[in-house]
Every structure is written in structure tokens, then in C-alpha cells.
Antibody
Framework: EVQLVESGGGLVQPGGSLRLSCAASGLTFSDSWMHWVRQGPGKGLVWVSRFRADGSASTYADSVRGRFTISRDTARNTLYLQMNSLRAEDTAIYYC??????????WGQGTLVTVSS | QSVLTQPPSVSAAPGQKVTISCSGSSSNIGSNYVSWYQQLPGTAPKLLIYENNKRPSGIPDRFSGSKSGTSATLGITGVQTGDEADYFCGTWDTSLSAVVFGGGTKLTVL
């Protein structure tokens, strides 16, 4: 059974930084594209970033490119999202998901990020 | 504003059939597979349909998907109270180089 467990969310001031983690079990990173998706309060799903299964590339939404960095540690089976220069509009539940290049088979329970002074 | 367009809400009585539409363009639905996700209240999304019309293991055959041109449709037959949820369509947008979702449709079971 695949399990994805996010952590690292919290309250941060505008302009601040935060690093999210996603611990994965039951799936092999080298076989899975890994994604971050966020959902603002009462809003829909918004894709943030993905990491290619073979580790060769990452892709970002325009709204976060240059501020967020996705990475993974294969030895720890953990996916990360480093978020810098945070803005109020980045406030959301951040989900980690794994699967295909744009098919999200498995989702974590999410971690809440609140950007506020 | 979402790249894919869904109706904000639909409703159905228990046992009836309901469909949810998802409209896009040639750069997304028109040239890529569509997935559907179910998000029950207070929980994370779950994959319901992939590659337009395939169901992951454990998803009942009451749920179906189809695609025609630049639109896709999710169908639910024999609607149950436990189906009350938000439903999202998703695909890849070749022009944006991004995964895109619809705004979501809230299903209310009357």
C-alpha cells in the first residue's frame, strides 16, 4: 500500500521560507513522477511542481517558478518543496502526490501553509 | 480562473444518474488523457478515473469517464449519499507545460 505523509507546514511571514517534506512508502521513486499540488481555503486544486521519475528534470507552475524548488532524496524516499519569498497567496494545503507524468495516482493527507504577518 | 471549465455544482437524488462535464482546448484535453479525482469533505483527493475512461482498482463501475474532442465527462450511476464530494478533472496542457485542473464540481445528493 502506498503511503505519502507530508510535514513541514506552518505559519510564516510574507517573504519568509519554509521547506515541506513528503515521506513515501510503498512506491519506488525511480518509477514514479512526484508532484506537489496545493488547494487554497475553499478553492480548487492547483498544480505546483513535479519531479521526473528518472530524476532528470523538474517542472514548475508559472506562479512559483523562481521561488520554489522541488527535490528528492532517493535514499530517504522523501520528496521536498523548498518555498522562498512566500506570499499571502501561497496560503494553502499542500499535497504530495505520486504517479505518472500528469496522472496523480496516490495523494498524501496534506500539510497547511499559512503566510501571514 | 481554471484552465478547464466545470459546472460549480450538480445534484441528483439517490439512485439516479449524474454527469459532470469538463471543457478544455486543443492544447490540453484535445491532445492528452483526462483524469478525474474525487475529494470527499475534509479529505485529500483520490484518483477516480484515468486515461479518459479507466478505473483504478477498487473504484466501483458506477463511475465512468469519456472524452470527445476537447471535452470530457464523468458519469455516476446509482448515486449514493456517500458520493457527495467535489470532483475535479485534470490533464496536461502542452502549451503551458503544466498539469491543469478544472475548478471542481460539488455533487449534492438530494
Amino acid at each position: 500500500e502506498v503511503q505519502l505523509v507530508e510535514s513541514g507546514g506552518g505559519l510564516v511571514q510574507p517573504g519568509g521560507s519554509l521547506r515541506l517534506s513528503c515521506a513515501a512508502s510503498g512506491l519506488t521513486f525511480s518509477d514514479s513522477w512526484m508532484h506537489w499540488v496545493r488547494q487554497g481555503p475553499g478553492k480548487g486544486l492547483v498544480w505546483v511542481s513535479r519531479f521526473r521519475a528518472d530524476g532528470s528534470a523538474s517542472t514548475y507552475a508559472d506562479s512559483v517558478r523562481g521561488r520554489f524548488t522541488i527535490s528528492r532524496d532517493t535514499a530517504r524516499n522523501t520528496l521536498y518543496l523548498q518555498m522562498n519569498s512566500l506570499r499571502a497567496e501561497d496560503t494553502a494545503i499542500y499535497y504530495c502526490a505520486g504517479g505518472g507524468s500528469y496522472r496523480l495516482n496516490n495523494w498524501g493527507q496534506g500539510t497547511l501553509v499559512t503566510v501571514s504577518s | 480562473q481554471s484552465v478547464l471549465t466545470q459546472p460549480p455544482s450538480v445534484s441528483a437524488a439517490p439512485g439516479q444518474k449524474v454527469t459532470i462535464s469538463c471543457s478544455g482546448s486543443s492544447s490540453n484535453i484535445g491532445s492528452n488523457y483526462v483524469s478525474w479525482y474525487q475529494q470527499l469533505p475534509g479529505t485529500a483527493p483520490k484518483l477516480l478515473i484515468y486515461e479518459n475512461n479507466k478505473r483504478p482498482s477498487g473504484i466501483p463501475d458506477r463511475f465512468s469517464g469519456s472524452k470527445s474532442g476537447t471535452s470530457a465527462t464523468l458519469g455516476i450511476t446509482g448515486v449514493q449519499t456517500g458520493d457527495e464530494a467535489d470532483y475535479f478533472c485534470g490533464t496536461w496542457d502542452t502549451s503551458l507545460s503544466a498539469v491543469v485542473f478544472g475548478g471542481g464540481t460539488k455533487l449534492t445528493v438530494l
